[in-house]
């Protein structure tokens, strides 16, 4: 039997809990926060409703997978787990400290990932005792949906962890992609600086949110603009994620858009809070 456990019961963490227990792993999702799992665990079972009426999967096994998944405020929960997914906020510090709690409470051969968005592979995993066991296992949001993990190697991470890794994304439906260790990867090395460009020009009146995603989708052939995109992604997210990338790779073209400081700070974060660059809901 497989046993997972995923740490951090937002937006990301229980999207992946949900994965992983629909492929028929036993999932613990973990979170300081019992208010945090309980609204997890609502999120999982309506997006596995949705699921059903679109015709993936059934009722039946939309109640199958929600049976695999528990839920718990310490890590005294997953004692058995074979894999943690770590899922906590986008801050060294908080995964840091979560590392070493996680080293001290796995079994000895499990294998930690992180989910990070950019903070390097091998400075988390020098918090450990097992720098060979860790491992980036960075899933797109929303994870039942999107189709890349993102597998980031660190200078110490082993070869059996990587292909182990490698095989357990295969099996949840996902394509991994192998890279190196770099600040925010090749995904958002990439990205953030388009984020922060498209920013940059609603600061400058060069264009309204609107327009300027209306370029990126016609013109670029993307699916959704660079300011929608954002929103999704939580502005909190994207600012934390420039930050580590203007501070670690030290180029001034990451440097953070001071808009985007004024929306974070005002708590305009995206579609989690129902207004960033667009308003959502009521």
């Not at 937002?10 to 992946?16: D, H, Q, S, V």
């Not at 609603?202 to 995603?213: F, W």
């Not at 013109?219 to 990338?245: F, R, S």
Request: charged share 20%; aromatic share 4%.
């Amino acid at each position: 039997m497989s046993r997972v456990a995923v740490i951090g019961a937002g937006a990301m963490g229980n999207g992946i809990a949900h994965v992983f227990a629909q492929h028929g792993w036993e999932t613990t999702l973990i979170d300081v926060s019992r208010d945090a799992l309980d609204t997890a665990m609502q999120t999982i079972e309506r997006n596995l409703e949705r699921q059903a009426k679109k015709g993936v999967g059934s009722a039946e096994r939309a109640a199958q997978t929600l049976g695999r998944i528990r839920t718990s405020t310490t890590l005294d929960g997953a004692a058995n787990a074979e894999l943690f997914v770590e899922a906590a906020t986008e801050r060294p510090e908080v995964k840091f400290d979560l590392f070493r709690q996680l080293d001290r409470a796995a079994p000895p051969g499990a294998i930690l990932a992180t989910n990070t968005s950019s903070i390097p592979i091998t400075g988390i995993a020098a918090q450990t005792k097992r720098p060979a066991q860790v491992i980036g296992m960075h899933f797109m949001n929303p994870v039942p949906l999107m189709q890349l993990v993102e597998v980031i190697r660190g200078l110490e991470t082993s070869d059996r962890t990587v292909a182990r890794t490698v095989e357990v994304a295969t099996a949840l439906g996902k394509t991994p992609v192998l890279v190196n260790d770099s600040p925010g990867f090749v995904s958002n090395r990439v990205l953030m600086p388009m984020i922060n460009e498209a920013i940059f020009c609603v600061l400058e009146g060069v264009a309204t949110p609107e327009a300027i995603d209306s370029v990126m989708k016609l013109g670029m052939n993307h699916p959704q603009g660079p300011l929608a995109l954002a929103d999704l992604i939580g502005l909190d997210v994207c600012l934390a994620t420039l930050e580590v990338l203007h501070r670690d790779l030290g180029d001034d073209k990451y440097r953070p858009c001071p808009l985007l400081r004024t929306m974070v700070a005002a708590g305009r974060l995206g579609r989690k809070s129902g207004r960033g660059f667009h308003v959502y809901g009521a």
